[in-house]
């Protein structure tokens, strides 16, 4: 039957192509394209190139191999049949019968096609989001009462060609809580509530609006999508994942910077490479943090470069992905099954990041200066005299050459001195090998404090113990402790010359290619630079008009933040895999608004969330449940879960637990015992943070990769290792559980009721209308007023009944508060914080 196909299939190809030749571009290059697959890493040395008549000659396949007398003598016709030693396609499904019959008789008929590389390996027709964006005008629409703005314009032309009707505005209370959560992450507090329900200006929602912009807490709530794109964490990952103390500094730039509504071209330069700016200054040296947020794996025995090239392809799909909306990742090993991104191009693209390395600076926050100065000195002093104290000086001057003999000549000294050197870190080589008397201070005392450390890998244990190096380490990191210090910032520096970058074959760091130089991919506009590229070249392509993907991808992220999806549902893909645009119109209007209004982030978000569109109920009606399920034509409002952050955020807030201070370290807040354990050895700890300091944000929480915080991870936050440019929602009875018992919310609920047992006077209707108040923004219905008493008399006859259930429900003493009473009414709020609509966004 196989053969039967194929002559079948040669008869019929044979029949078309009586009437007319066959047609490369169309018919056969996409074939030819797939059996290249994964050897399209080879054409950058052996010059293989089925697309071109030259690439196939100088890769062994033309000539006699590939046009000889007939097909049955053809070499690749060989290949793709499976019949020769090596297959095409590489990966994948193999050609079916029609295909390598019209293989076959397009040789038969003399295989024309291009002798040059002129004829570029592109997609076919070309893809919608490589075409610049235009602005075109708002469509008419015949319910022009609904339209508040442009947006309601062409949201509304798409219902009436769909005969459906927006939903009614939703009322005030739902509109205030939705305001607050998707512009602070915050919910609004009663007296906010209360203001806004008895304002009667016809400005009044506006007005609120102006005032949640205007929030220091604005830019906590979207540094976390930010936070999210950058993969960032406070640890390293692998084997070790040793915490990284000053990651936060950069989490305070992006805070600070959105909180300014520092312009989007400007906030993605600095990012990218603030570094090269003219004139650069040290918050912009630490934008490039961005770029540190790359896993490290510190173990002793890895390929330095191996890692190194590791940094480089992430921060190449990284930036890709976060900016671009491509998934140029996928090209690492081989040209891109689908979209025009060749494996050439991935490496053109990696040519930017390829000659940087990290640089450690400080970074002082207001405050810090002062102190540090008035103590350097003594501290300073106390240090030499404990490293003289312990003749450390002799010891390692005779030990630096002698490791840096080990790095250049492995194996002379034993492997124990090769450990020596293997351990050391980029900047510490760069130290050791520097003459001593021009190293500065932090390069002095990194290098003895490493030398300190690993010397027990080059001597006996015996002889160790005996220079009490492990007692020198503890004294030394208890003056550390006591001496003020300067926050640092990870960053990036350009290397003074230029590494040569190759295409890797197979993605593989030992097998260099062809050398590139640095640029875009080829079937994106033009970067019109001269040498020599840098990332300041790119990071200003990334932001300029020409480049039709930036301001696309960035609305359409802000659009997923207020509905739920995004206009295109696929963030990360812009590609021929990703959707298409549900609104394409609307997407281009906004992407060059976005663009037209200075790149401003606050001015995108105040038009969307103006907009009727965005005020509508969430709501359902069973025409839109069959019609629209998922709500593509946005005929209502979505119901979002809220994220996992905020989760935390409303239940401290709501409960008067919330330390709402701006920025600073990262915090280790109440977790279950024995979680640490999980990592590897004795690296990962978790003292847990004590004070205020507990009781801060969600954002601040320390994100420890190989052991993250539990309940952050069951309500879905990303796990830090690759961008994440969508959070997706899952629904588990560990949430649940995570809702009743966590440490974290269990003392939100005692703290809720003794708050609520405070702040209203005797009555139990008027408090349990105050516990609604708190945890919904809205009073309770009539029947939910009455279920909340029945509930609470309940769990009173139980209290009392069980004797110690009160003190261990509410082991605290307060005053003038009945322990029973106070027991149920922490019963009643760990309901209230456990329900769905406290975890939603209507």
Not at 467 to 482: I, Y
Not at 687 to 701: A, H, I, T
Not at 768 to 797: C, I, K, M, N
Request: include cysteine; charged fraction near 25%; glycine fraction near 6%.
């Amino acid at each position: 039957m196989y053969w039967l196909a194929i002559l079948v299939a040669f008869f019929m190809c044979e029949v078309c192509a009586s009437a007319a030749d066959i047609d490369f571009q169309r018919e056969v290059l996409p074939i030819l394209r797939r059996c290249q697959g994964c050897h399209g890493a080879q054409q950058q040395t052996s010059g293989l190139r089925l697309d071109t008549r030259d690439g196939a000659v100088a890769g062994g396949y033309s000539g006699p191999a590939i046009v000889p007398a007939n097909s049955s003598q053809s070499k690749l016709i060989a290949v793709v049949s499976g019949t020769g030693k090596l297959v095409m396609p590489p990966a994948g499904p193999r050609l079916n019968a029609e295909e390598i019959a019209l293989l076959r008789l397009w040789i038969d008929q003399g295989a024309q096609w291009p002798n040059t590389a002129e004829t570029k390996i592109t997609s076919a027709p070309r893809l919608w989001s490589f075409i610049a964006p235009t602005k075109r005008e708002p469509p008419a629409v015949r319910n022009r009462k609904w339209v508040r703005n442009s947006i309601d314009a062409f949201v509304l032309a798409r219902l009436e060609a769909e005969g459906i009707q927006p939903a009614p505005e939703a009322d005030r209370n739902t509109l205030i809580r939705r305001l607050s959560l998707d512009l602070i992450g915050l919910p609004p507090t009663p007296e906010e509530v209360r203001e806004f329900l008895t304002d009667t200006h016809t400005d009044a929602y506006e007005r609120l609006v102006d005032r949640l912009l205007a929030s220091p807490h604005y830019g906590e709530k979207w540094a976390r999508q930010w936070l999210d794109l950058a993969r960032y964490a406070d640890s390293d990952g692998y084997e070790k994942d040793l915490p990284r103390p000053h990651a936060w500094r950069w989490r305070n730039w992006v805070i600070d910077a959105l909180n300014r509504d520092m312009p989007f071209d400007q906030f993605t330069v600095q990012q990218i490479a603030g570094d090269l700016l003219p004139g650069t200054d040290l918050e912009q040296k630490v934008a490039t943090g961005f770029h540190r947020n790359t896993l490290v794996n510190r173990e002793g025995g890895i390929d330095r470069e191996q890692l190194r090239v590791e940094q480089v392809v992430d921060r190449t799909a990284t930036v890709s992905s976060v900016w671009l909306g491509l998934t140029m990742g996928c090209a690492q090993c081989h040209d891109h099954k689908y979209d025009p991104i060749t494996q050439k191009d991935f490496y053109s693209f990696a040519a930017f990041f390829n000659s940087v390395d990290d640089a450690d600076i400080d970074a002082p926050v207001p405050g810090e200066m002062g102190p540090y100065l008035q103590s350097h000195t003594d501290c300073a002093q106390k240090r030499d005299a404990l490293l003289e104290k312990y003749k450390v000086a002799p010891l390692q001057t005779a030990w630096e050459p002698k490791v840096i003999e080990a790095g250049r000549h492995p194996g002379k000294f034993g492997g124990d001195w090769d450990l020596a050197w293997t351990v050391l870190w980029n900047d510490e080589r760069q130290s050791l090998l520097k003459d001593p008397a021009q190293r500065v201070e932090k390069e002095r005392n990194k290098l003895t404090d490493h030398f300190l450390e690993w010397y027990s890998a080059v001597v006996s244990k015996e002889e160790y113990d005996r220079l009490r190096f492990k007692e020198l380490r503890e004294k030394l990191k208890d003056l550390e402790a006591g001496c003020p210090t300067l926050t640092q910032a990870q960053t990036l520096m350009e290397l003074p010359e230029r590494r040569s970058t190759h295409v890797l074959l197979r993605g593989d760091f030992r097998n260099p290619g062809v050398e590139v130089q640095p640029n875009i991919p080829a079937a994106l506009p033009a970067l019109k630079v001269a040498e020599p590229r840098s990332r300041l070249s790119l990071a200003n392509w990334i932001v300029s008009r020409s480049n039709p993907l930036t301001a696309r991808v960035a609305v359409n992220r802000m659009w997923g933040s207020f509905f739920g999806r995004g206009l295109v549902n696929t963030p990360a893909d812009f590609g021929t895999q990703g959707e298409r645009p549900s609104h394409a119109e609307l997407l281009d209007w906004l992407a060059v608004e976005f663009m037209d209004r200075g790149w401003s982030m606050k001015q995108m978000h105040r038009l969307i969330v103006e907009s009727a569109n965005y005020r509508q109920s969430s709501n359902t009606r069973p025409e839109l449940t069959e019609k629209d399920p998922y709500n593509v034509l946005l005929a209502r409002q979505s119901r979002i879960r809220l994220d996992a952050e905020i989760i935390r955020d409303a239940a401290l807030a709501s409960s008067g637990l919330l330390y709402p201070v701006i920025g600073g370290p990262s915090i280790r807040p109440a977790q279950p015992a024995g979680l640490t354990n999980l990592g590897y050895g004795d690296f990962v700890k978790w003292q847990e943070s004590s004070g205020k300091d507990r009781y801060r944000r969600g954002l601040y929480v320390f994100f420890q990769r190989t052991v993250p915080y539990p309940m952050l991870m069951n309500f879905d936050e990303p796990d830090s290792n690759v961008t994440c440019p969508r959070r997706l929602r899952s629904t588990t009875p560990l949430q649940s559980l995570n809702l009743l018992n966590d440490p974290v919310f269990f003392e939100a609920a005692q703290a809720l009721a003794v708050r609520v047992l405070r702040e209203v006077g005797p009555g139990s209707s008027e408090r349990v209308d105050r516990a609604f108040v708190l945890t919904t923004g809205r009073r309770p219905t009539d029947r939910e007023r009455e279920h909340a008493l029945r509930y609470l008399q309940r769990q009173t006859e139980l209290l009392k009944r069980e004797a110690g259930a009160a003190a261990r429900v509410a082991p605290f003493a307060t005053d003038k508060l009945d322990p029973v009473e106070t027991a149920a009414w922490v019963m009643l709020s760990r309901g209230l914080l456990n329900t769905d609509e406290f975890i939603t966004r209507e």
